[in-house]
């Protein structure tokens, strides 16, 4: 008998998850190696940042998932460096792992263009923690406008600056416009949180580019009733603590947030593979990379070409790689022969504040859908992706809860209560205050 | 028409809550200071400390609790200083406060008894963050173990040392044996969580001082059956990372947590008054600070007398005292003379695990309590007592779904993934490791 092949899956992510649980079929060793503890389901990772769910909504932990699964381990460790002659993975920790085949799946980051600089000025959202962090300014900034108006009859304007019009950019705009409406405009006696002013700058002429126009159109229709303001083909110059410039034009901003950007994981570079200008890896239809039918690139990092066209870096391609994976191991292992990766793309949704959205579908009907319906489409779609039973009910409650009773949400602020910008905006928005602070306490 | 009174109160905890939903009857004007923007259920803190509870379950924000009291208003500020004569608060904005009557209840924080320097190697539990800091701890020596397991073959002792006895002590205690017993050992692959050791160091005779002696025993009884070893007598005298000083003797710790020490707030030396050894404020019957009938010191920072013994610094008293405030300030307004505070005292009672506990119950009948009889008499006043309905069906829901599931709770691992003595434990435990790093992947 043959011994047992060992797989090394880095990154928990969908990809990584979705190999790992088509090899938990087959006969073979698998180890995860992810850096967090937690699988995270970044397409609910906006309603984190926004209070509507908790974090333990949207993540689980991987051994948790892969509990029932003996031929699965989980190693929280990270990736810094690779010997693909002797087929071993070098991690931080200083173990070795050596594998008969690698899925390499550790996504992709913010990429700030090369300003580095604006990443505590303007933070992205990829993480529990970056959610947490967004969630914190966002409402950071109403308490210290009440302080402030409090302090001085006056306070800085609630301006929210979301940078990037893909659908993150949208998903969060439209959040922070539905709280400032229709949630927080009751919690505060001397500012009114309904006059917040959320904008969508975005670099290219269009957003939510990979739509078809139509449905640009209507995302712009329903964007702009919930009073979001988007200016298209807005390059952003600098970040800087309380502005942000576009060109010449200084835009103030109480938050400002980053949803235009990503970069691949550096692991490509490491492996030592041909890589995009991304630094996504370059694989051939069965997604290795050049010489290593060993490795499979799988999820954000792998760069795949289909019908001229790139396989975009969100959640579904991620998971049919990572399935396609573990069936091309089995079919190696019983001495069948691979096939090509086909992305089946089944439509594209993003949502629009509380109850509107846009849907491509593709499949299993063509329709663009709009609106309400839209929302409802998206709804059922991710709770029925949600991994685990458990995430599924629990965000279904808090979604019911939420939306009908428009309740509280997790409206938590912690860590700092500082904001990056405050004391300067502080300054430069409210007139010369006079020299006996006023006292003030009659609600 | 006298004018309508103003009202400051500072803290939003039980204490400043209980004052503030009495004087939401009153036509008076109340301001909350607060430099959270939420209220924690102290109680719970430890089970979002053993990702038991989201934090979300045991704290709402202070707003929200108070948005239907049109004459409330919420400050997410915090007092610096005081003026008296005038009747001003100094907030750390700028902003000044006027008063007619003034409610400080800012209650404790931990103390190190002058080892300032410990406080970032054995986290107290006070805070949402620091129950998310210990969350991260004891979740983490986990992994670091199977982490070093897998690379060396061994890995470092997993010892967990709660320094105090008292019913927080227990409580974490308790509840560290239960997941690593109960939880972990199902998902570690390389290390047996169930040898977990969790040690109190208790600086006097007995475990849960307060309690009578029966129950001291009974709970004793109940923690050696967890497999926690109790230390009494046993005096901290340094905490290293990776290890604990008790005398001479020194004892290892991958996580070392503290539940010994608190003092009070430091707002009593802002205000000038008399106070104890701990800082608390030393009030007459009615609550009041020596020569200022229009202060009033409520909760834990009240150096309150009954009978001869303090009033102890735990919820139940605290909300009485805010109770009896605003009932004072309103005996006050309606021309009738006021009343002296009185401490009814329905009991006390800790948990010890999943379902064990002591209580002394004093009302509506005396008792004394331990087992799952204790236990299930906890968990009816415990959720009894949360304020908000939500909350309550929130965490009842997950108590349900994890004692009787077994199931995940929230084991989320969020922030940074160093452990303090980690590395100095890790040289400190494991032989030599051979120069060539051993290679081992398989399950």
Chains 1, 2 share one sequence.
């Not at 926004?50 to 699964?69: F, T």
């Not at 690698?102 to 303007?122: K, M, N, P, Q």
């Not at 049919?320 to 086909?342: E, L, S, V």
Request: proline residues 5%.
């Amino acid at each position: 008998m043959a011994e047992r092949k060992r797989v090394v899956i880095l990154g928990g992510g969908f990809a990584g998850l979705h190999a790992a649980l088509g090899l938990a079929k087959l006969t073979v060793d698998v180890t995860i190696v992810d850096r967090r503890n937690h699988h995270t389901f970044q397409p609910l990772l906006y309603q984190v940042a926004l209070a509507v769910l908790s974090p333990a909504n949207i993540a689980q932990p991987i051994r948790a998932i892969m509990r029932k699964h003996r031929n699965v381990e989980v190693l929280m460790d990270e990736a810094t460096g690779f010997d693909t002659t002797a087929s071993r993975v070098h991690l931080q920790s200083g173990t070795q792992l050596v594998y008969d085949y690698l899925i390499v799946a550790t996504g992709s980051t913010h990429s700030y263009f090369g300003h580095d600089e604006w990443a505590t000025l303007a933070p992205g959202l990829k993480t529990i923690e970056d959610a947490i962090e967004i969630r914190r300014r966002v409402l950071l900034a109403f308490e210290l406008a009440e302080r402030q108006m409090l302090e001085t009859g006056v306070h800085p304007a609630l301006d929210f600056i979301v940078i990037g019009g893909g659908p993150t950019g949208v998903e969060l705009a439209g959040a922070i416009s539905d709280i400032a409406k229709l949630y927080m405009k009751r919690d505060f006696r001397h500012i009114d949180p309904s006059k917040a002013r959320v904008i969508i700058l975005e670099g290219s002429p269009h957003i939510l580019g990979m739509y078809p126009e139509d449905l640009q159109k209507k995302a712009l229709d329903q964007l702009h009733a919930l009073g979001v303001e988007i200016r298209t083909s807005a390059h952003v110059s600098d970040i800087q603590p309380g502005y942000v410039m576009v060109g010449e034009e200084k835009i103030t901003a109480m938050v400002t947030l980053w949803a235009a950007g990503v970069q691949a994981s550096p692991l490509g570079k490491l492996l030592g593979v041909e890589m995009d200008r991304r630094g996504c890896v370059l694989v051939d239809a069965q997604l290795n990379p050049a010489g290593h039918k060993e490795i499979f690139i799988c999820g954000d990092l792998a760069h795949v070409m289909q019908d001229g066209k790139q396989v975009p870096g969100v959640a579904q391609p991620a998971m049919q790689m990572g399935d396609h994976t573990a069936r091309m191991i089995a079919q190696d292992i019983a001495g069948k022969p691979r096939t090509d990766f086909h992305y089946f793309d089944k439509g594209d949704m993003a949502t629009i504040g509380r109850k509107a959205a846009v849907a491509k579908i593709t499949w299993p009907f063509k329709a663009h859908l709009s609106g309400f319906p839209a929302w409802l489409t998206w709804l059922v779609v991710h709770i029925f992706f949600l991994i685990g039973f458990r995430n599924r009910i629990s965000v279904f409650r808090e979604w019911a809860w939420t939306y009908l009773t428009f309740k509280d949400g997790v409206r938590l602020i912690t860590g700092s209560h500082e904001l990056p910008g405050w004391e300067a905006k502080h300054g430069l928005e409210v007139p010369n205050p006079a020299d006996e602070p006023k006292t003030s306490n009659a609600p």
